[in-house]
């Protein structure tokens, strides 16, 4: 050992190393044979190639280029050839740490409080955790759930360390492990903070996800970013072993949460489907428990006529009415080809992580159609408890959520891209991710886009002000309306109502608070197992409860 140390020290390829040129983001296959068995990377060219000894195309190679440092990828051990004598320094560790990163518990524990940029190879400054990803042709609607999974503070400090997953067995000729492994990979990438460069391209990733997902989520056709949602979170919870139980996978514990759905038969009105035996049981109310992994909400349809100008009017919407529908009274009805049905759906648990996807676009036979309502909430303090059925507020008194990140679709239906808004812990700062491109935003900002995909993160109750016995929550930030300044607040008095101001609209108090609560469509209820709600379209919905200025917007919810 003292002689290869020797040797190591007095190797004189050593400064021939070109880390500019390294990029372990790749395949790790042979650039010549193709073949994953036994690759090396070359360090001053950065290509891979297979085997050390001679006749293998990394002995061949130098020979032929002149160059002499290798990496095996696998042991993570360094070689010179031709002479095949291994190379031990410490000056090599930074490349092993970039082909590897590691990350102790106290360093997973200091993700979330820290603020200090971190400078790549290059010069270039960056945010670990912010980092952009790179797009192979159209693969953004992966990078943008990628971006946003990798805020999850428990699923990242999870996958972040191997000893957590790396020892789960799966049956023979069962490559769903191979997610796991590839999305630890890439989340250690994105948090590593001695990066030679500024990004990570997701190449392994999605290598593995049209792999296990037997071509159907493609890296050269757009795709639905909640279709990959769904399906990549079921496989990452089958992966893992995960069981029906909620503690069975840091996928469940994380996401899973669970409604009550009541749904009752509607009799035909035409006499042509009328049953020739009526049975009375067939159309009573039917309850029913179910998980679901994220909640599908239903935006108003828009409207058909132009405003005095001839213009299409954007129409806005409060978060606190389009969650309605989960409130245990509010009514839907949903067709098939035979049956009507009316339910109702009534949150009983609120997950640590609420996703909810705002069902944007409608398909028919001919074309697709993109809703462009625009969504008013908060990103903080938003208190999902009016939600949730009475039994399960008092036993969760706190549901109170703060935005951690924001997907928004931007343009034509089946053409459009896709970009993330990440929230970063330590600096409390915004920043909108779209592919290789990292640019601050302001928070009012995040309010104004065509939001498609939410993730809220339960926090503490919200700061309140108690004077005189009674409990006011005070400069309530509401996400701003036409007409009014981005960040305006809104005082309340004693009665529960807004004060009035020049410049700002009156809005109750509950309608604030509530501006922020979740909706799940039965057929979008996630789990492709025992998750699916219902597989019916929604009916549009009735008169009276399109959009047709502030005024249209407010409704109060009636709470048993």
């Given at each position: 050992?003292?002689?290869?140390?020797?040797?190591?020290?007095?190797?004189?390829?050593?400064?021939?190393?070109?880390?500019?040129?390294?990029?372990?983001?790749?395949?790790?296959?042979?650039?010549?044979?193709?073949?994953?068995?036994?690759?090396?990377?070359?360090?001053?060219?950065?290509?891979?190639?297979?085997?050390?000894?001679?006749?293998?195309?990394?002995?061949?190679?130098?020979?032929?280029?002149?160059?002499?440092?290798?990496?095996?990828?696998?042991?993570?051990?360094?070689?010179?050839?031709?002479?095949?004598?291994?190379?031990?320094?410490?000056?090599?560790?930074?490349?092993l740490f970039v082909l590897q990163p590691r990350f102790s518990h106290q360093d997973i524990k200091?993700?979330?409080?820290?603020?200090?940029?971190?400078?790549?190879?290059?010069?270039?400054?960056?945010?670990?955790?912010?980092?952009?990803?790179?797009?192979?042709?159209?693969?953004?609607?992966?990078?943008?759930?990628?971006?946003?999974?990798?805020?999850?503070?428990?699923?990242?400090?999870?996958?972040?360390?191997?000893?957590?997953?790396?020892?789960?067995?799966?049956?023979?000729?069962?490559?769903?492990?191979?997610?796991?492994?590839?999305?630890?990979?890439?989340?250690?990438?994105?948090?590593?903070?001695?990066?030679?460069?500024?990004?990570?391209?997701?190449?392994?990733?999605?290598?593995?996800?049209?792999?296990?997902?037997?071509?159907?989520?493609?890296?050269?056709?757009?795709?639905?970013?909640?279709?990959?949602?769904?399906?990549?979170?079921?496989?990452?919870?089958?992966?893992?072993?995960?069981?029906?139980?909620?503690?069975?996978?840091?996928?469940?514990?994380?996401?899973?949460?669970?409604?009550?759905?009541?749904?009752?038969?509607?009799?035909?009105?035409?006499?042509?489907?009328?049953?020739?035996?009526?049975?009375?049981?067939?159309?009573?109310?039917?309850?029913?428990?179910?998980?679901?992994?994220?909640?599908?909400?239903?935006?108003?349809?828009?409207?058909?006529?132009?405003?005095?100008?001839?213009?299409?009017?954007?129409?806005?919407?409060?978060?606190?009415?389009?969650?309605?529908?989960?409130?245990?009274?509010?009514?839907?009805?949903?067709?098939?080809?035979?049956?009507?049905?009316?339910?109702?759906?009534?949150?009983?648990?609120?997950?640590?992580?609420?996703?909810?996807?705002?069902?944007?676009?409608?398909?028919?036979?001919?074309?697709?159609?993109?809703?462009?309502?625009?969504?008013?909430?908060?990103?903080?303090?938003?208190?999902?408890?009016?939600?949730?059925?009475?039994?399960?507020?008092?036993?969760?008194?706190?549901?109170?959520?703060?935005?951690?990140?924001?997907?928004?679709?931007?343009?034509?239906?089946?053409?459009?891209?896709?970009?993330?808004?990440?929230?970063?812990?330590?600096?409390?700062?915004?920043?909108?991710?779209?592919?290789?491109?990292?640019?601050?935003?302001?928070?009012?900002?995040?309010?104004?886009?065509?939001?498609?995909?939410?993730?809220?993160?339960?926090?503490?109750?919200?700061?309140?002000?108690?004077?005189?016995?009674?409990?006011?929550?005070?400069?309530?930030?509401?996400?701003?309306?036409?007409?009014?300044?981005?960040?305006?607040?809104?005082?309340?008095?004693?009665?529960?109502?807004?004060?009035?101001?020049?410049?700002?609209?009156?809005?109750?108090?509950?309608?604030?608070?509530?501006?922020?609560?979740?909706?799940?469509?039965?057929?979008?209820?996630?789990?492709?197992?025992?998750?699916?709600?219902?597989?019916?379209?929604?009916?549009?919905?009735?008169?009276?409860?399109?959009?047709?200025?502030?005024?249209?917007?407010?409704?109060?919810?009636?709470?048993?």
């Amino acid at each position: 050992m003292s002689k290869e140390s020797a040797k190591s020290r007095s190797c004189p390829y050593l400064d021939t190393i070109n880390r500019s040129v390294l990029d372990f983001d790749f395949e790790k296959l042979c650039s010549v044979s193709l073949s994953r068995i036994n690759v090396y990377a070359c360090l001053v060219c950065g290509k891979y190639f297979q085997g050390r000894g001679p006749s293998t195309h990394a002995y061949t190679h130098s020979v032929h280029a002149g160059h002499h440092v290798f990496l095996q990828l696998e042991s993570l051990e360094f070689f010179c050839l031709p002479d095949n004598y291994r190379v031990v320094d410490s000056a090599l560790d930074d490349i092993l740490f970039v082909l590897q990163p590691r990350f102790s518990h106290q360093d997973i524990k200091e993700l979330d409080k820290t603020e200090k940029l971190s400078i790549a190879l290059d010069g270039t400054r960056y945010l670990p955790g912010i980092v952009g990803l790179n797009n192979i042709k159209a693969n953004d609607y992966c990078n943008v759930i990628l971006q946003a999974l990798s805020g999850v503070a428990p699923l990242r400090d999870y996958m972040l360390r191997d000893e957590n997953y790396r020892d789960i067995k799966r049956p023979p000729g069962d490559n769903m492990f191979l997610i796991v492994q590839r999305f630890g990979e890439l989340l250690r990438k994105l948090w590593n903070p001695r990066h030679f460069k500024a990004h990570v391209s997701p190449h392994e990733m999605l290598q593995a996800v049209v792999l296990c997902s037997k071509k159907r989520f493609q890296i050269t056709n757009q795709g639905d970013p909640v279709d990959f949602l769904s399906w990549f979170l079921n496989s990452l919870h089958i992966a893992l072993n995960g069981t029906n139980k909620d503690s069975s996978s840091v996928i469940y514990k994380t996401f899973r949460g669970r409604m009550r759905v009541y749904s009752k038969k509607l009799f035909p009105t035409d006499p042509e489907h009328q049953p020739k035996v009526y049975d009375p049981a067939e159309y009573e109310v039917k309850e029913e428990k179910m998980p679901f992994m994220y909640l599908t909400v239903d935006l108003p349809s828009q409207p058909l006529f132009r405003d005095d100008q001839r213009e299409n009017i954007i129409p806005q919407v409060p978060l606190s009415v389009i969650m309605a529908k989960f409130n245990g009274i509010q009514e839907k009805e949903y067709k098939t080809y035979k049956d009507n049905t009316l339910k109702r759906f009534e949150i009983i648990k609120l997950p640590k992580y609420l996703i909810l996807y705002m069902k944007r676009f409608t398909r028919n036979t001919f074309f697709t159609e993109k809703n462009p309502t625009i969504v008013n909430f908060p990103i903080r303090n938003v208190d999902f408890g009016d939600v949730l059925a009475l039994e399960a507020r008092k036993a969760n008194p706190e549901n109170v959520y703060d935005l951690v990140a924001n997907i928004v679709h931007e343009g034509e239906p089946n053409k459009g891209t896709y970009r993330c808004h990440v929230l970063h812990r330590g600096s409390g700062k915004w920043y909108e991710l779209q592919d290789l491109h990292v640019t601050e935003i302001l928070p009012q900002m995040i309010t104004l886009s065509e939001s498609y995909v939410q993730i809220w993160q339960r926090t503490s109750a919200p700061f309140k002000d108690v004077i005189k016995g009674k409990t006011n929550i005070k400069d309530t930030t509401i996400a701003p309306t036409a007409g009014e300044d981005a960040g305006e607040k809104v005082q309340f008095d004693e009665d529960n109502n807004a004060v009035p101001d020049e410049k700002s609209s009156s809005l109750p108090k509950d309608e604030v608070e509530k501006s922020v609560e979740m909706t799940e469509d039965g057929k979008e209820a996630f789990e492709e197992q025992v998750f699916s709600v219902e597989s019916h379209e929604v009916v549009a919905p009735a008169s009276g409860e399109g959009l047709k200025g502030e005024k249209g917007l407010k409704r109060k919810l009636e709470e048993d």
